[in-house]
């Protein structure tokens, strides 16, 4: 070998057994000892150990083995192109400053991207884009690539702090060694990627769906069944400070960690985009600036819908989703066949058209991801179709939620390929009695009229009285958000009960007013008074309840 050279290494020789004829008795020694330390290596025990203990027990035999300094392990980091340093002895530094490789570039970098040993007799005259390797005094190295079913997964290698010329039975042991627990490594690094990822996704997939007055919402989540990685399909549901519901689902092109995080950033961006007040098309928009800005080769489908309860109007946006799907009240089903922009993250300054939909009283409006209906060796069609007589079926059932019974009529068609989300919009009929619990926050004050004004039509009130008594209601709720609880948090009840000729809403809270503090100071008592027939204001130790009564002709 010539000094200061990097020299991959292919068919390299086979590790001495001690099999053969040894006349001074040194040969066989040293072949025994190191068929130990191989064996110490492979030992199977280690592939029961948690990732880290079974990594840093693994270099530190090697080390040991080949009469080493340091080891190190870094694997690689599929979606970004880079090694990353995951276990170290004697370079511990690699792993505490998060030491990262671009693949063909360094020591480390070669290796992998190479697929064969590498050695370097002399640091000093060799490239090397890790400082750290310097910075101890590491004069010999040796590398070799972490092979799972032809794939790199990883590199493993020793260095030494003084000169060396590492031989072939060094390099066969490194790489037998590499061989022998790359697979529980990789196996290892799955289960704990998809354990973060599957912990990232129930943090932020809705933990329970909103209770909305004339609305039942059911989801279901579906991780793929392959146990290789969890992508990035998601949910979500809420309700804007004007009362109208919001309802996403999108799905990140991509499995693992990243697929999640990237979700998660869309996730956040679209909520804070919406509550700030922007138009749907330009929500997506922007989120399709987000995507690019990230710089990460990711893309994304996603679909987002706004309901006005009061009209019962639908409005919408793609980016490159499958289309929802609306079943009416009469059972009939079909798809909104509605403009799409292109997927986020393809392409700057992507135009995202809305459109607008009637959502009926009494109908289902499904949306969903693309595992629930693609199959391998069939055209999407083929699985649309089945959506399609799913939903027909399932609305004529109440055994369980309308996402449960949709999903039971495709299981058999289902092979979790891919992982699946599916989020069910029911409108139902209001009943003669509804209760709604809001955080005592006045930017909840104008869904909150939305809503009473919703009921009260439901209940045959006309214009006038509807105004009346939800402004009454109104400041009723206002009082208990600013004097029961001022800065600390907290809630309001309100219940609406239909009586025969008229209805009655009941607030509540659980705060504490102070003393010296009249009820309703302010016009907020005289409104109440001028708007309805009868106030009652109750205060007790647990908090104040107002009742409000309206009566009214029914309408002709």
């Not at 980091?77 to 400053?97: I, Y």
């Not at 979500?236 to 995080?261: C, E, H, N, P, Y």
């Not at 130790?541 to 409000?548: A, C, F, K, N, Y």
């Amino acid at each position: 070998m010539n000094a200061g050279k990097d020299k991959p290494q292919g068919n390299v020789a086979h590790l001495v057994t001690g099999d053969g004829e040894d006349k001074r008795g040194r040969v066989r020694y040293a072949s025994d000892e190191r068929l130990q330390g191989l064996h110490s290596v492979a030992d199977a025990t280690l592939g029961y150990m948690p990732l880290e203990e079974m990594l840093c027990e693994l270099l530190e035999r090697i080390k040991t083995v080949l009469s080493a300094d340091t080891a190190a392990l870094l694997l690689l980091d599929e979606e970004r192109r880079t090694l990353v340093a995951r276990a170290a002895r004697g370079l511990e530094e690699e792993v505490r400053q998060g030491v990262r490789v671009p693949l063909a570039r360094g020591f480390a970098g070669r290796v992998a991207a190479q697929g064969e040993p590498i050695v370097i007799e002399d640091l000093d005259r060799a490239e090397v884009v890790n400082p750290i390797l310097r910075q101890k005094g590491i004069r010999s190295m040796l590398g070799v690539p972490v092979h799972v079913e032809g794939r790199v997964i990883g590199v493993m290698h020793v260095g030494t702090l003084t000169r060396r010329e590492f031989d072939g039975d060094d390099i066969a042991l490194l790489q037998l060694a590499a061989d022998r627990v790359a697979l529980a490594i990789d196996r290892a690094r799955l289960s704990e990627e998809r354990a973060v990822t599957e912990a990232m996704q129930r943090a932020l997939l809705p933990d329970v769906l909103p209770e909305v007055p004339g609305m039942r919402l059911s989801a279901k989540y579906l991780p793929a069944g392959s146990g290789i990685k969890v992508g990035g399909d998601w949910y979500d549901v809420f309700q804007l400070g004007d009362g109208r519901m919001t309802f996403v689902i999108g799905d990140v092109v991509g499995r693992g960690v990243l697929a999640a995080s990237v979700m998660a950033e869309i996730r956040t961006a679209l909520r804070a985009y919406l509550m700030e007040g922007h138009p749907l098309s330009r929500v997506m928009a922007q989120l399709n600036d987000l995507l690019i800005s990230m710089g990460r080769d990711r893309s994304a489908t996603a679909a987002i819908l706004q309901l006005d309860l009061q009209t019962g109007e639908l409005q919408g946006v793609s980016a490159g989703h499958l289309p929802p799907l609306l079943i009416a009240p009469d059972g009939d089903a079909r798809f909104l066949e509605l403009p799409s922009g292109i997927p986020l993250g393809f392409r700057a300054a992507g135009q995202y058209p809305s459109w607008r939909h009637l959502f009926p009283l009494g109908g289902a409006l499904v949306l969903y991801t693309d595992g629930l209906v693609e199959r391998r060796g069939e055209s999407i069609d083929e699985g649309l179709g089945r959506l399609l007589e799913a939903g027909k079926q399932a609305a004529g059932g109440e055994e369980a939620s309308f996402a449960d019974r949709l999903y039971l009529k495709l299981a058999e068609h289902t092979s979790l390929d891919d992982d699946i989300a599916l989020l069910a919009i029911q409108l139902v009929p209001l009943g003669d009695r509804m209760q709604l619990t809001l955080d005592a926050s006045p930017g909840l004050l104008e869904g909150l009229r939305r809503t009473v004004a919703r009921w009260l039509e439901a209940q045959g009130a006309g214009a006038e009285d509807v105004f009346n008594l939800t402004l009454a209601t109104s400041e009723a709720a206002a009082n208990a958000i600013e004097h029961a609880y001022g800065a600390r948090e907290g809630t309001v009840t309100v219940t609406c009960e239909k009586l025969e000729n008229g209805a009655r809403t009941v607030t509540e809270d659980s705060g504490r007013w102070r003393a010296s503090q009249p009820y309703g100071r302010g016009r907020g008592l005289a409104i109440m008074d001028a708007m309805t027939e009868g106030v009652e204001i109750e205060r007790t130790d647990d908090g104040t309840r107002v009742t409000l009564t309206k009566s009214w002709r029914p309408r002709r």
